[in-house]
């Protein structure tokens, strides 16, 4: 699939059943999965300044600095699966993990590009309430996709060349399921 630098792919039709993320979203809703919770809590006034627009960095921001957010362990059996339908649908790429995150309440992941690591990113998020993802488009606009309740999916382009800006807020708990798609084989 080829994406032009600084496109957001998002389905525009609901996305088939998917059971191993149907499960892995059981599981976090009943507090079955392990989470590392980060200390303390954010506000949301901490989480508005962090996806502020007009506060954009003027340099390469890799990883973002400035998040609020919990890792999550999913079992790797799940993470097998999704990976193989994956990979069924991505030939010739390998399918990479990026991050497992539990967004809390007011939870955040401020300004950032990713510029290091080269080629497509997908992320599956599953909303229970208000929560988006935000970018800066090819044109120079600021794009606020905003999830719906249940499973999101996200697809784009990291290019050192033409760095795609992006955040995450949640005003509501999300936990997001992220990969790295590379066409390498």
Request: hydrophobic share 40%; proline share 7%; aromatic share 10%.
């Amino acid at each position: 699939m080829n994406l032009h630098p600084q496109q957001v792919s998002i389905p525009s039709e609901p996305v088939p059943a998917q059971p191993e993320l149907d499960e892995v979203a059981r599981l976090w809703l009943g507090g079955g999965l392990t989470i590392n919770k980060h200390p303390g809590e954010s506000t949301r006034e901490e989480m508005l300044a962090a996806v502020d627009s007009t506060k954009l960095p003027t340099q390469d921001v890799d990883k973002a600095a400035n998040a609020f957010y919990h890792k999550v362990t999913v079992p790797v059996e799940l993470l097998r699966s999704i990976t193989l339908r994956l990979s069924e649908m991505f030939k010739h790429c390998s399918i990479i993990l990026s991050g497992h995150f539990e967004y809390p309440e007011n939870g955040y992941m401020g300004w950032h590009t990713n510029s290091s690591a080269e080629g497509l990113r997908l992320y599956a998020a599953y909303a229970t309430g208000q929560s988006g993802f935000r970018y800066v488009d090819g044109a120079g606009r600021v794009v606020d996709s905003t999830d719906l309740p249940g499973w999101n999916f996200r697809l784009f382009s990291i290019r050192p060349d033409a760095p795609l800006w992006h955040s995450v807020w949640a005003e509501s708990p999300r936990l997001s399921i992220g990969f790295r798609i590379i066409n390498n084989l």
